[in-house]
């Protein structure tokens, strides 16, 4: 069964660095999402994507926050300079045409630790 | 703006009960569609059912079951005979015509041998 995935599963940094997330959505996706979980928090809606540009974004999404559908098949969140509070799990969601009711394709997350 | 009210954070009980998550929600959206996830301590986000603003119809799915009530915006979850398997955070989420979820706070299930 096609999944979404994402690497790293782990990602660790010095404050201030930036750092890159990746996820590999559903191959015939059209619809892409970030969402941010702090630990023991809710999930947070970050950004949507569609037709290589971005839909909406939240509060949350500011200008240290960028994604980018570089070569059709990844689509990645770069974050120039990470806080402490930056943290979080970043899970990475897709929908396609076939799916219904707007069911959105979750992938298992990369917890980011900025030091 | 819309909003996910999980009003319950934690809840314990002993295996074998039966045990419902309540989830209450905001949207003046007239078409919208709300979901139901589970996070187990593995951290990833299991989705367990959704359900469309025109289809009040209850379901069952083998030991869970979901009430929706738009008279009253809520779409609960009910787990009969729970299991320590059962045990995770449940999140509650809405999602308009524009995709974008909603999160509840979640409620953590910890269920007891």
């Known amino acids: 069964e096609p999944e979404v995935t994402q690497t790293p599963s782990h990602q660790v940094t010095q404050m201030g660095q930036e750092v890159i997330l990746r996820c590999v959505p559903i191959?015939?996706?059209?619809?892409f999402y970030w969402y941010r979980q702090i630990l023991g928090q809710k999930v947070e809606f970050l950004v949507s994507?569609?037709?290589?540009?971005?839909?909406?974004k939240s509060e949350i999404f500011d200008d240290q926050f960028s994604v980018e559908r570089p070569d059709g098949s990844n689509f990645t969140l770069k974050i120039r300079s990470t806080k402490l509070e930056d943290s979080a799990m970043y899970f990475c969601?897709?929908?396609?045409?076939?799916?219904?009711?707007?069911?959105?394709?979750f992938g298992p997350g990369t917890r980011l630790t900025v030091l | 703006a819309q909003k996910v009210t999980q009003a319950q954070t934690e809840i314990s009980v002993v295996e074998k009960e039966d045990v419902t998550l309540d989830c209450v929600y905001e949207?003046?959206?007239?078409?919208?569609?709300l979901f139901w996830y589970k996070q187990p301590p593995s951290g990833e986000l299991v989705f367990l059912i959704r359900?469309?603003?025109?289809?009040?119809q209850n379901e069952i799915s083998g030991r869970y079951s979901w009430n929706f009530q738009k008279s009253t915006s809520s779409f609960n979850f009910t787990i009969t005979a729970s299991q320590v398997v059962d045990s995770a955070v449940y999140f509650c989420?809405?999602?308009?015509?524009?995709?974008?979820?909603?999160f509840g706070g979640g409620t953590r299930l910890m269920v007891k041998p």
């Open positions: 969601a897709s929908i396609g045409p076939e799916s219904s009711y707007n069911e959105q394709f």
């Open positions: 191959s015939n996706h059209l619809y």
């Open positions: 994507f569609y037709n290589n540009e971005i839909s909406e």
């Open positions: 949207t003046r959206d007239t078409t919208y569609y």
């Open positions: 359900r469309n603003s025109f289809d009040e």
């Open positions: 989420a809405l999602a308009n015509a524009g995709n974008m979820l909603t």
